[in-house]
């Protein structure tokens, strides 16, 4: 194993404390070799706690290797700025680059028309058995022999009626909008840029349903006219400069993967539109151990993030379900929320700082304090503001040593009634695990369907014992029956103490404790699970998930009402198969809980499937919202949900932000016109 | 009959059975194939739109209840698929019938419990709890006694269904029933739906309400056809009745005392008691609308109280839909009759016992007729309230504390209270004594057999133009028929020398006051029967009458005349709030139907055999007309005091009156009815004539002469106040 810092870590701190580029610097960013040594008998121990805590993202023995790829080479981008200064001396590395597992030409290891990486998918062999390919999670290169059954059970689908959708992108897209002073000014900025249809094509969009749909089509409407990589802050201040002066409009691109409609560009947009993507602004500048903060550029993913600090011992413990791909500035922008909140807490409890760039000029507080009174916090306009306002560019982050120990765990409970109650009792005795979620019937059986073709009859033996254990002499109704999964974190003695006190919890509420696999298998799923909606619209099922979050007492109608209304209304409109329609409770808070709905249909038989589907996923919103549930837990509003949040924060409510926005982007630069 | 119902539904059961788990709910996997309930349950907001078309007589859709321009077909179907409920019981055994198996259908989510486990879970809500600690904190009681207080209110109130019992009652109400009644019509379509109802969503029954005998027909109905037996909200009046009260009680009464205003427990424990019954879906929770029996015959407005205690649990989201299904009893006699006309009059009721009750056995020996029984089509709760309440409103109050409705929630429960007691009068069943009660009271002292045979058979015609659905005997002469209903009513008419007249008519000579009052009597029983049926023409009516006050025939002018003349009634009749334009192009609709007027150009004209129409109709409401102008005028009068309770207003109209009728003022007795009295109050407050004080001693009320004024004009040579903004809908 290597001690000290990487090298690209080495690098970014060290131009970090010579260009004292920030008096935020703290003096001990530089590395300090004793104490290092001091801990460098951790350092193996540490790597081991990473490979458990990464054990869910990936198998062993793929490392980042397999993701990095060479330096994109586009006939239209320029060579790499000089103006970066914590850049010059990694680039001259050449290690740094490698270092962003997202390269500038993100279509070559990721889909174009589909979720994550291009060689991850489900896909159904010749013998017609499910299959996950590729070699990046542990399903992959896995049979799933339950997988196909289920769907022809749950959406009435059937392996001879497959869709034909497009192979490769359409790119007959409409002519850039650019002219040429402006043009001429962005090449003079000395910053990456591309024109290619096919870069501009896969800004475009985010992952709501109706975008990938139109693109398996080949329909394709209004995208960006140029995509633009800076490399870091003032690459962005000067791009800001530049649409200001030329009146254009930018949106900025993290990873890519929001479900809000929020990238979608508006089809009125008669100004050049600039997607800025801050995928190559993913540098860690310093770590803070004394603070424990770390300062980091937007652009970095989630998995990255993870990664570089794990190096040196450290995690944000910040994991949304996106991780892989999502930036921390996309979860800045959208206040997104983490699957281990309960220990680490969501997006707005981690930030120390932000940086923002706005037509109006930069948006920074000038000390780290970690709490302050100065009147609203003026990172709570950031936060959530969806690109609205500006570009985050650098965000100091809270990070904290990895965790020592890791356990995962499941509990079965006789219905979902019971299942609640246990997660409002953890939530009330404020014991709650880093992650503990409850998956209704449908989900559990959903799970089984991605069950693993069995390795030996001595497991399928086991299996069926426990299968006959709870429901014959537990007496639980396999249609009514569910799961909870759950995340432990921590030092190992606290850990099974917390453990330990969660299974007494739920031994009160009828649940009994269902094995370490069973809660693997949960959070192993939560990555795996954003590839099978590819798999199902290449038969006929559309589907999306969608989240609110609700008060306690409300979240067992709110679940049953929205399932049912998904279920009258799929009847209404004429769909012609009982839809999926599930939920699962993944957060717990002290005053309620947040509630994940998995809804998918097969549209056979419907002539305009997506208008169809949008309509009855608006029902269900209006739903929640007449429930008791929150407009979004954490996917944000974008413009998926704009029309609702007038009533969701009051006239006067919607009117202060707008007048945020009328200061802070006068012209409306920032106009992908989400939210407001 | 119900045998063969039973059957039917059997092998519904079966077919349903063999689906097995929920995936496989649709069998073929198509929806259009079987959707429990869903099919026959219409969608409550469509039942709004007026239907012109025709429609396919024998498709559900032709037994839309809520159709204001309703087809003479539907009516005659409507009579096709009544089912005589009394024949089989004629023909087997009393006592097997009540010893059958009893076997009810359930709703789809129902954890089933005892009566007694039912009330431990409503003593331990939130709702409850709640109020008790409130109250110990109020008072200074410690909670454990308001708990015991709360337990024994419960214990007053609650149900404790027992089958035994059940089955006593099946035996018992078949020899009686059999007795007093020719036959009980049930539609058995509607018994269909509703049974798919209970399965599907907490059902709340709504039946008019007419005699003490309603809710035991009903339940005797519902045990007949193997569906759950209803939790009914009764008076506390009938624990009056010892063994009686604790009998209905076991049968699945639960009782509720008339007005507990005050009592935050009293409240807090009833409506959750009704809420938690409904959410479970233990069984369909019935009540009154109209709250108490309607002793004038007519519907009375709904009252809200109730209504929003059932709706909470869909307004709060914890339950995603019920029904609401109103059911139309139509009594050709009622076993009340004289005892209402009595009541109206100002003698009290009498309080309910069980010697009382032994004593009415006496009315066994009569013949009541036949009873139709109409169950109508379950109306979703959910569709009612989309896009008129926002449910969100119940976000920002935790869900156990007490709250009153908003405005808009209080709006919206009137106008579906307002709804369902249209959509009863919709589906009564009219006999031919109300056709002849109508003739006759408009030609009083008397007519004759032959005239009276003619005006009715003539007004017959008009009604079913008008919708009414008519159960005139076929294949029988109208003679016959004329002279069957006059001899089963000898208590109210009789015929001397040809002449048909009132009972009371034979001593004309020495008008006293008693006198007046004993042909009152007569007179209040007969218009208890014409009333049955005015719901029919009171569009139509209105319009007539808002035609021969104007002698415009300019739309505008009629259609003004016709929305103050609403407007005043509304107390009297139910309209639909907000339903202005519609009703008055339904009444105009009607008379053009029927052939009394015609449209050239934009103007409107009374046809030459029209004018026979116009004025019988106008003739039909004049009583009230004229009453209210003598009530209006009341408070006008010299002698009148400032300050005066409903009670003592009442008491003055009365006298006032009776020297009116006495000196020969006024044509009409019915003025004397205290019903009428009372909404004709209710009318000035809602025009702010009178205006209601609360006071240490009471509500006060106090004239506003000026506004009264007004009033009593516009009634008296109505005018045409221009509504700027219903004219400009038309």
Redesign the interface.
Known sequence: PRHGPAPAFAAAVKAAGSADRSPLTPPHSQPQHGRMASEEREQPRARQRLRVMAGHLRRPGTGPAATSTAEPATATTTTTTTECPALEPAAADGAAKATGSIPRRRQEILKWNGWGYRDSKFTFNKKGQGEFTGKRYRLSGMVLPALKEWMEKSFGASLEHKTTPRTTPNLDLPLSILNEECLKDIKDLNIPFSQDPEDRLIRSHGHCLHEIFALREGKVQRVPDVVIWPSCHSDVVKIVHLASKHNVCIIPFGGGTSVSDALECPTDEKRTIVSLDTSQMNRIMWIDEKNLTAHVEAGITGQDLERQLSEYGYCTGHEPDSMEFSSLGGWVATRASGMKKNIYGNIEDLIVHIKMVTPRGIVEKSCQGPRMSTGPDIYHFIMGSEGTLGVVTEVTIKIRSLPEYQKYGSIVFPDFESGVACLREVARQRCAPASIRLMDNTQFQFGHALKPQVASIFTSFLDGLKKFYITKFKGFDPNELCVTTLLFEGTREKVLQQEKHVYDIAAKFGGLAAGEDNGQRGYMLTFVIAYIRDLGMDYYIIGESFETSAPWDRVLDLCRNVKEKLVKECKEKGVQFIPLATCRVTQTYDAGACVYFYFAFNYRGISDPISVFEQIEASAREEILENGGSLSHHHGVGKLRKRWLKESISDVGLGMLKSVKEYVDPNNIFGNRNLL | GPKCWRRVRLLAEGGRAGCG???A??PG????VT?PG?AAVDNGRRDYEPRMSHMAPNTMAGTTVDSLYSQKDTTQNKRERFEDLMEERRQSSDLRYAMRCYTPVVYKDLVPRTPSALRSVVLKSDPVQYVIKQLAKETGESPDIISDEASDILEKMGHSLRLSIVRFFAFTLSKIFKTLFHKVHVNEEGIQKLQQAIQEYPVVMLPSHRSYIDFLMLSYIMYTYDLSLPVIAAGMDFMGMKIVGEMLRMSGAFFIRRSFGGDKLYWAVFSEYVKTILRNGDAPVEFFLEGTRSRTGKSLMPKLGLLNIAMEPFL???V?DMYLVPISISYERILEESLYAHELLGVPKPKESTSGLLKARKILSENFGSIHVYFGQPVSVRSLATGIV???H??LL??HIPRKPSEDVHRFLDAVGHRLVVLQQKNMVISPWVLMATVIIQNLPGLTLTELTRQTLWLKTIAEIFGASIDWPENVTPDKVIRSSLALRHNIVKTIKNQVVLCQEDTPAEFTVEMIFKHTVSVLMCASYRNQILHVFVRPALVAVAFQNTHSCKREDIFGCFSYLREVLSDEFVFLPGNLVKDFDEGLYLLMKSGAIHMSQADLHISEKGNTTISFLSVMFEPFLEGYQVIFNYPLHPEFADDFTEKSFIAAVRTYAAELILTGAIKYNEVLSTDMQKNALAALIRLGAVEKFKTVEGIICKVNKQTLGRVVDMLAVPRIPVKNAAVARL
């Open positions: 788990g929920w995936l709910g649709w996997g198509r929806w259009a959707w869903g709060m989201g914890e995603f926002r449910r969100s119940y976000n935790p869900r």
